[in-house]
């Protein structure tokens, strides 16, 4: 069995960021995941405020420069083997101007790494951001997930990706995302998973996985002592289905 905690960490308005950050941290520690999940972990001088509490796990995550590659943490617990890292940048990172600049500053992509002993890779993405479009959607955010779906489609272990998708389910990228990958989102009941001021509160996090070859034991907001992140922490507990060992993915599905 395994246990999963993914959240996107930053939070707007950034204020008191620090005593935010050490307060996340806190709950990791106390909440003792096997993996952690982050997005928006800008920097790697983060570490300062995860390091210290933290120190039974294995960090992975690519800089540049200042910043990460993609704002993507995975942490993995020292005692679980964890091998072919990689980050993976999508091709189109939107316009640069107005606040999709920070997107092109720290990029966007995908991280993935591989468990062994679980025979289990984990996907760690934080997709464009809309920054409150009407729409519900960008049309570049359904080329990140075929980015996404393309790399899917050629993995034979089984898969869980979560992270920051920012879309809501029943959007045109959300409908995509589950076509024909056999992807299950573990957390559609959970309810709204973001809030940014009275009227902007919706769910953009997700945890999907592949029902033939995961069950999910569990899954649940954890509770926040004070306001970490305008994004909630998801929780999951796992365990793989050893029995099918093909891949689950359409390979009709054209490159």
């Known amino acids: 069995?395994?246990?999963?905690?993914?959240?996107?960490?930053?939070?707007?308005?950034?204020?008191?960021?620090?005593?935010?950050?050490?307060?996340?941290?806190?709950?990791?520690?106390?909440?003792?995941?096997?993996?952690?999940?982050?997005?928006?972990?800008?920097?790697?001088?983060y570490l300062f405020y995860?390091?210290?509490?933290?120190?039974?796990?294995?960090?992975?995550?690519?800089?540049?420069?200042?910043?990460?590659?993609?704002g993507l943490l995975i942490m993995v617990k020292k005692t679980i083997k964890a091998k072919h890292f990689k980050f993976s940048q999508f091709k189109d990172l939107g316009p640069k101007y107005?606040?999709?600049?920070?997107?092109?500053?720290?990029?966007?992509?995908?991280?993935?790494?591989?468990?062994?002993?679980?025979d289990l890779n984990l996907i760690n993405t934080h997709i464009l951001s809309i920054y409150l479009s009407r729409r519900g959607y960008s049309p570049i955010q359904l080329e990140q997930i075929e980015e996404i779906r393309h790399f899917l489609k050629y993995q034979t272990a089984a898969c869980f990706?979560?992270?920051?998708?920012?879309?809501?389910?029943?959007?045109?990228p959300y409908d995509l995302l589950l076509k024909d990958t056999s992807l299950t989102d573990a957390s559609i009941k959970l309810g709204n998973s973001t809030k940014l001021g009275k009227n902007y509160i919706r769910k953009f996090d997700h945890v999907?996985?592949?029902?033939?070859?995961i069950k999910i034991n569990s899954i649940r907001y954890p509770d926040d002592p004070f306001f970490?992140?305008?994004?909630?922490?998801?929780?999951?507990?796992?365990?793989?289905?050893?029995?099918?060992?093909?891949?689950d993915f359409n390979n009709r599905y054209p490159s």
Request: net charge positive; hydrophobic share 35%.
């Open 1 to 45: 069995m395994l246990t999963i905690y993914s959240r996107n960490i930053l939070g707007i308005p950034v204020k008191k960021l620090g005593r935010r950050l050490t307060g996340i941290s806190q709950q990791i520690s106390n909440l003792n995941p096997d993996i952690v999940m982050l997005q928006e972990f800008i920097t790697g001088f």
């Open 50 to 70: 995860f390091q210290p509490q933290l120190k039974k796990y294995n960090f992975f995550y690519l800089n540049r420069s200042f910043f990460t590659y993609g």
């Open 98 to 118: 107005n606040l999709h600049l920070a997107d092109h500053l720290t990029t966007r992509g995908f991280q993935s790494i591989y468990l062994p002993k679980y």
């Open 161 to 172: 990706l979560t992270g920051d998708f920012n879309f809501s389910p029943n959007t045109p």
């Open 208 to 213: 999907l996985y592949q029902k033939s070859r």
């Open 228 to 247: 970490l992140s305008d994004h909630r922490a998801i929780i999951t507990s796992l365990q793989i289905n050893r029995i099918t060992k093909k891949t």
